[in-house]
């Protein structure tokens, strides 16, 4: 076969080679008949190619033919690196390439309902140029997603599902040498696994049954089956009424599961070590990614502490009181007062990632363990991100008569899910675990505004397709 480059290593090392590209004609630029310019774009990375008429090499028809190419048309080019005086605006890399052959292999339609570089323009840039009285059309959320298949080529989302390729095979990695091993859970199952009505029912066969709003119950179930240690990639289904910059109706959880010694902190001493881990190998491998990103989104790099700061629910409570604000001491934190102590956290400790643990138990999922000095709280955390959640995780009961009380008392009808509490009753472990959000991580960690960014194709209350 021929040798082929891809557009984001062209350099000036290249210099003088001959070279074979695919990617889309992002745009043609005609200078006179004799002479065009065309961007080609892969995956993100853009090249200027020259063409210009000379004798037997590039004929009058050919420069015809690629000014008359619709945008986003697949195009093969052939022709040599060269290395301009200038600096080359609207293209990602500094060489160029001077054309001997122009290929079309795919057509794209004459209107797009999506113009790419509008698209991967910055709120900054948008209003500049909408200033100096230049014609764009500023693409909104709706639009990207209705469209998703184009949206998905600008830079900054060519680096966020990279970025979270990245998450997914660090957690993975990271497991798997403390000895954890990955398993799949069935997403078909009886009974909702978290409580509540957040659940998508369907037919099973003539039965009653849900799309798993997490893997917990079998998690679990595993950990009762001698694995130890757990984890797991996923797809969870939440039938969320609420339609916010922060919830999907399916979105990818991480989960882990494990065995504790002595007590839940060991399990907040993974969450610790984990994601030191995956924060400094992102930013040391996923550079360019996060630097397209950042330049379609501005944001500051995350601050976190070599061994992540960990308070208890109790004392988030007091930070907030000393703030002026009063939350209750037994309630949960809602959003806001969740941003607030996350500020105060990064005002007082310097980290924009903590752990909150020893939550009030009536705030916990029926799965979760009291504290044993005080069954008002439980052995439970959250982890948050620039203020918001991205985890939760607890110690289980693992006391088959004590779960079943506990479901009761939660509202749980205990027939639906005793299957689960039956595993407890041939001997079980201690242990916990925490679920994460991969979107979430991806969305906090670039500072972005909404889940929908970091989901390939975002299902929310109001969103099926594409
Ligand atoms: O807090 P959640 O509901 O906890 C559980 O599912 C437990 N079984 C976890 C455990 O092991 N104890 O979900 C865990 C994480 C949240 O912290 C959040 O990051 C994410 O999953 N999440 C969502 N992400 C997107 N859309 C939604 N609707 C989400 N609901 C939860």
Known sequence: GREWTE??????????????VRGRAQTIRAVSKKMAFLIVREKGFTVQCVLTVSPDVVSLGMVKFATGLNRESYVDVE???????????????QVEIQVRKVYCISKAVPT??????????????????????????RVNQDTRLNFRVLDLRTPSNQGI????????????????????VGIHTPKLIAGSSEGGSAVFRLDYKGQPACLAQSPQLHKQMAICGDFGRVFEVGPVFRAEDSFTHRHLCEFTGLDVEMEIKEHYSEVMDIVDRLFVALFDSLNE????????I?????????????????????????????????IDPLGDLNTESERKLGQLVLEKYGTEFYILHRYPLAVRPFYTMPCSDDP????????????????????????????????EACGIDVKSISTYVDSFRYGAPPHGGFGVGLERVVMLFCALNNIRKTSLFPRDPLRIAP
């Open 7 to 20: 557009v984001g290593s062209l350099t000036e090392g290249l210099e003088g080679r001959t070279v074979l």
């Open 79 to 93: 022709g040599t690196v060269s290395v301009p005086n200038s600096p080359i605006k609207g293209a990602s890399q």
């Open 112 to 137: 797009l309902p999506i113009n790419i570089e509008d698209a991967a323009r910055s709120e900054l840039e948008i209003d500049k140029a909408l200033q100096a009285g230049e014609q764009l059309v």
């Open 161 to 180: 599902f990279r970025v979270q390729c990245q998450v997914e095979n660090i957690f993975r990695q990271f497991l798997l040498s403390e000895g954890f």
């Open 285 to 292: 491998r996923c550079q360019k990614e996060l630097e397209a």
């Open 294 to 326: 950042g330049k379609q989104y501005p944001f500051e790099p995350l601050k976190y502490l070599r061994k992540t700061l960990q308070l208890t629910f109790q004392e988030g409570v007091q930070l907030l009181k000393e703030a002026g604000i009063e």
């Open 376 to 407: 008002t709280y439980s052995n439970s955390f959250d982890v948050f991100i620039r203020g918001e959640e991205i985890i939760s995780g607890a110690q289980r009961v693992h006391l088959p008569d004590f779960l079943a009380t506990r479901a």
